[in-house]
């Protein structure tokens, strides 16, 4: 099954997120754009692919001892771009404006804790975001309506839990189902 490590935003955030995304959506025109339902918007931690059923146990486990070890994260999030540019855009993306030193060490701490599992540390660094779109062909305004999105700050909360997802692939886009939720246990400073 295929397999990923997030945190969520909560309602407020995720609504927020919709409006952004509904402006985003109705300034792009004809771009070819399969647009992530809001509610299943989060920031992935880690991309783990393909875990045996069997492994889960061990996974959720690993994850535990990750999440007894960290603090909860004040996060905010804002401004809208694309990988790898408004230009070329193949994902649009809302950005993380404060908590992202906090939250490449999560990203960090979770590899480390599944390093020994066989699954591979990342080598790029951690770029937190919240994918909003996937791109199919930019035809239309969709450069120009990222570059003319708002940067003010969409939403800010306090993650408190790691989420392992499996993600079931259709062809309307992935549906993820809970595994385990995970608190980030160390008490707040």
Do not use: N
């Not at 099954?1 to 952004?20: E, H, S, Y």
């Not at 959506?25 to 931690?45: F, I, K």
């Amino acid at each position: 099954m295929r397999c990923f490590v997030a945190i969520d935003p909560p309602a407020g955030v995720r609504a927020a997120i919709a409006a952004v995304q509904g402006a985003v959506r109705a300034a792009a025109g004809a771009a070819d754009v399969r647009w992530v339902d809001p509610a299943a918007v989060h920031l992935t931690l880690k991309f783990l692919g393909e875990v045996a059923e069997g492994r889960t146990p061990a996974v959720v486990e690993a994850l535990r001892m990750v999440g007894a070890g960290a603090c909860p994260l004040a996060l905010a999030v804002g401004g809208v771009g694309a990988f790898p540019s408004p230009r070329r855009a193949r994902v649009v993306w809302i950005g993380v404006t404060a908590g992202a030193p906090g939250l490449a060490l999560l990203a960090t701490a979770v590899d480390r804790g599944l390093a020994g599992m066989g699954f591979v540390p990342e080598a790029r660094a951690f770029s937190g975001h919240l994918t909003i779109g996937r791109v199919r062909s930019a035809h239309g305004r969709l450069a120009a309506a990222i570059e003319g999105a708002a940067r003010d700050q969409i939403g800010t909360w306090t993650a408190r839990e790691l989420v392992l997802y499996r993600s079931h692939l259709r062809p309307a886009g992935a549906v993820h189902e809970v595994l385990a939720r995970l608190p980030l246990a160390v008490a707040d400073a």
